[in-house]
C-alpha cells in the first residue's frame, strides 16, 4: 500500500526546534516532488516548504524563510523539515505530500507546488495524515 507519514510534531517553547519527519511506504520519495503543508485553526492550509523530485529546486514561504530547512534523506527514503526558532504562528497541523508527476511550468516545481496546490489548482498524488506541531510556552 502507497502512502505517507508524518512524524515528528509536538509542543515546543517559542524559540525551539523540531524536526518533522516524512516517510513513504511503497514507492520511493526522490522521485517524487514533496511539499510540507500547515493547516492553523481558523486558517487556509500554507505550503510551508517544498523540494521538487532530485532536488533541483526548493521552495520556503516567507513566513518560514531562513527558519525552517527542508532535505531529504535517501537511505531513510524520507525527506525532513527542520524548523528552527519556532514561533506560536508556526502552530497547525503539518501534513506532507507527494507528486511524481507535477506539471512543468514557467515557476520551479518547488513553488508551484507549494503555491498552487493549497490555493486548489492542482493535487498532489499522496498525502500523509498530518502531524500537530503546537508552539507555546
Known amino acids: 500500500q502507497l502512502q505517507l507519514e508524518e512524524s515528528g510534531g509536538g509542543l515546543v517553547q517559542p524559540g525551539g526546534s523540531l524536526r518533522l519527519s516524512c516517510s513513504a511506504s511503497?514507492?520511493?520519495?526522490?522521485?517524487?516532488?514533496i511539499g510540507w503543508f500547515r493547516q492553523a485553526p481558523g486558517k487556509e492550509r500554507e505550503g510551508v516548504s517544498c523540494?521538487?523530485?532530485?532536488?533541483?529546486?526548493?521552495y520556503y514561504s516567507d513566513s518560514v524563510k531562513g527558519r525552517f530547512t527542508i532535505s531529504r534523506d535517501n537511505t531513510k527514503n524520507t525527506v525532513i523539515l527542520q524548523m528552527n526558532n519556532l514561533k506560536p504562528e508556526d502552530t497547525g497541523v503539518y501534513y506532507c505530500a507527494g507528486d511524481r508527476n507535477f506539471p512543468r511550468l514557467e515557476i520551479t516545481t518547488a513553488q508551484a507546488v507549494c503555491v498552487l496546490v493549497p490555493q486548489g489548482v492542482y493535487d498532489m498524488d499522496y498525502w500523509g495524515k498530518g502531524t500537530l506541531v503546537t508552539v507555546s510556552s
Open positions: 511503497g514507492f520511493t520519495l526522490d522521485s517524487y516532488a
Open positions: 523540494i521538487s523530485s532530485k532536488d533541483t529546486s526548493t
